[in-house]
């Protein structure tokens, strides 16, 4: 046997021992699942608080400013009316007795009807009232997916809703969203 026969023999052996290893793996590779089937998929939500001012008009009555704070007014007249009236009913010196009692007591009278009057005397204004309300709403986090690979279940969260399968990579789920997920979750 030449040497060259035998270096070919050599490398040929070499070459199909390369080649074996390499449909082994291959063989390995295509033997792996390359999708687990989604058994159910479930929307993961949470309510969202978000602050909002609300203004309203509001009518309010507020007492009106008192031009007589003393009640002058009411207390002048009130005590030339009772001392009239007092100076009706005496006679001799009671007359003037009754004239002051009557013009004592119209004087508070007439105070405090003035009073009275004035509590009652309001002015309605319109204020602007402002407060915080919460508006609530729902966002979508994701999807929580139950799958089967290789007759184990597993459950993982994805950020899109997945049709019947997921892909593997490696042995794993990967939940990277395809470049057409229909419907993505806002973060």
Do not use: W
Not at 49 to 54: A, D
């Amino acid at each position: 046997m030449d040497k060259s026969m035998i270096k070919g023999i050599a490398l040929g052996g070499v070459a199909m021992v390369v080649l074996g290893a390499g449909a082994v793996g291959g063989y390995q590779t295509l033997a792996k699942p390359q999708s687990a089937n989604v058994v159910s998929v479930k929307e993961v939500m949470t309510t969202v608080s978000t602050p909002r001012e609300v203004c309203e008009n509001v009518a309010v009555q507020h007492q009106a400013p008192v031009k007589d704070e003393h009640r002058v007014a009411g207390t002048v007249v009130g005590g030339l009316a009772g001392g009239l009236l007092g100076s009706t009913i005496g006679k001799g010196s009671g007359k003037t007795v009754a004239t002051v009692a009557g013009a004592v007591a119209g004087g508070y009278a007439g105070n405090q009807v003035q009073k009275k009057m004035q509590q009652s005397d309001t002015v309605t204004s319109t204020e602007r009232r402002c407060r915080t309300v919460q508006d609530k709403s729902q966002k979508l986090l994701g999807y929580d997916v139950t799958y089967t690979l290789d007759g184990q279940s597993g459950k993982v969260r994805t950020s899109y809703k997945p049709g019947a399968t997921l892909p593997v990579k490696n042995g794993q789920i990967d939940t990277t969203p395809p470049s057409d997920a229909p419907a993505k979750a806002q973060s």
